[in-house]
């Protein structure tokens, strides 16, 4: 007789892999017990030092010769059938829509509408190439801590990377000449380091410029396009300062070095909290998380508090608030202890709240402002340019203190949140 047949409820993160945040493949268990795609393992190996090159991604817990990676056939089958369950879904017809009238033919765009249009396109691009030149910072920092290359190894493993990373097309020259110098010294990766760096600053400042300059278009636009030949007001005059009008509300927490993870590390006014290159050397504490999150000190029980965060420097990051008791082996928004909103580096933001997930969009806010009412029970997330959007808002529960949370995933050294100073 068959076995018996209990239907479960699985959502993509029961089977998913923390490190490309995508559903198992090939999964392999670790001697610790966590289980990630083989693949992400051995690139994530690869980059980092000589310091624990064999260390569990979640727990840190580490081997003197690399672990043999064999496949667990039981979650590579659970993941199969997850995966044909989803495309079955997603294929089923959808009913033909009636056939209604054709509609009037629209006017031709307002020309500041076509201008946010094109701004817009520009900044996701601006984007796509601040993500790639951290990789490339990446891989050129990893090169380096590698002392036991031959001469030509540099280079051959250089080339390579560069070809993995850029196999969509883009022109190596563009970045920098040296990258491409077939029997380049150490001296020379240096060059090549610092001229990625000059780059990737750029990038970020005129990134910063670009997602200024759409806010305030989109500010200055009107409501709708006018048939009227009415002139429009002048619209080279910029935008004035706004002041928050949660500024009155306006706190400054810290981040805690209790619950940081091994992973992070954070300023000396606990201002700004960055992925390490490599593991840090912490106190053992139960209060502290086995992935790339940490809290602030600071916990709230009732009244009124705001906050901002600037996550123009970080890939892929959350945001958001939890409990004291949050489980530390646990992930941000994945209990009902916590909520937060999501850039995934995919271009997809969503919020978390209840362990549900909610997709915002595709747009990537710069700057996230926190706003914490406890007396009215709400949570709600703002993108902060010249004035407050509202991202998402939902009901929170003063039954336990709160903190403010984050996660820095991915594990690309370098990535930072900083908690910004609120305008008033």
């Avoid at 590698?146 to 190596?172: A, I, Y």
């Avoid at 005129?206 to 009227?228: C, R």
Wanted: hydrophobic share 35%; glycine share 6%; aromatic share 6%.
């Amino acid at each position: 007789m068959a076995g018996l047949a209990v239907p479960v409820w699985l959502a993509e993160d029961d089977l998913g892999c923390i490190i490309c945040q995508g559903l198992l493949d090939w999964p392999a268990t670790l001697p610790c017990g966590h289980t990630f795609c083989r693949d992400c393992l051995k690139g994530l190996w690869g980059a980092r030092g000589a310091r624990r090159p064999w260390a569990c991604p979640t727990c840190r817990e580490g081997a003197g010769q690399q672990p043999q990676l064999r496949k667990n056939t039981l979650l590579q089958e659970l993941a199969d059938k997850y995966r044909r369950a989803a495309r079955e879904l997603g294929e089923d017809p959808a009913p033909a829509p009636s056939r209604a009238p054709a509609p009037a033919p629209r006017p031709p765009p307002h020309p500041a509408r076509q201008q946010a249009a094109v701004q817009k396109s520009v900044t996701e691009v601006g984007q796509k190439l601040t993500e790639l030149v951290e990789q490339l910072v990446d891989i050129v920092r990893s090169l380096q801590n590698q002392r036991c290359l031959t001469e030509s190894g540099p280079d051959n493993e250089l080339g390579t990377c560069l070809g993995k990373t850029f196999s969509s097309g883009v022109n190596l020259s563009l970045a920098s000449p040296k990258l491409v110098t077939s029997n380049a010294s150490e001296g020379k990766m240096r060059d090549v380091l610092h001229d990625l760096e000059e780059i990737q600053e750029k990038l970020r400042e005129n990134l910063t410029w670009k997602e200024a300059s759409e806010e305030q278009i989109q500010v200055e636009l009107p409501e709708a396009p006018s048939s009227s030949s009415c002139p429009l007001p002048n619209q080279s005059l910029p935008a004035p300062k706004r002041a928050s009008r949660f500024a009155p509300w306006a706190i400054n927490p810290t981040f805690d070095l209790q619950t940081l993870s091994y992973s992070l590390e954070v300023s000396k006014d606990c201002q700004i909290v960055t992925v390490s290159h490599h593991p840090q050397s912490y106190p053992r504490s139960c209060e502290r998380f086995s992935t790339s999150q940490v809290l602030c000190s600071q916990a709230f029980s009732s009244g009124q508090q705001y906050w901002e965060v600037d996550t123009r420097h970080c890939s892929h990051w959350a945001v958001g608030v939890a409990s004291w008791g949050m489980s530390r082996d646990r992930i941000l928004g994945r209990t009902i202890d916590s909520c937060c909103v999501e850039w995934k580096g995919t271009n997809q933001l969503s919020a978390w709240h209840m362990v549900k997930e909610t997709v915002l969009g595709s747009d990537r806010p710069g700057v996230v402002g926190i706003w914490l009412d406890l007396e009215e029970g709400k949570l709600a997330f703002y993108s902060v340019a010249n004035q407050e959007k509202l991202l998402y808002e939902c009901p929170v529960s003063a039954s336990t203190p709160l903190h403010p949370a984050f996660w820095l995933y991915g594990l690309h050294p370098g990535n930072s949140l900083i908690l910004k100073q609120v305008r008033e």
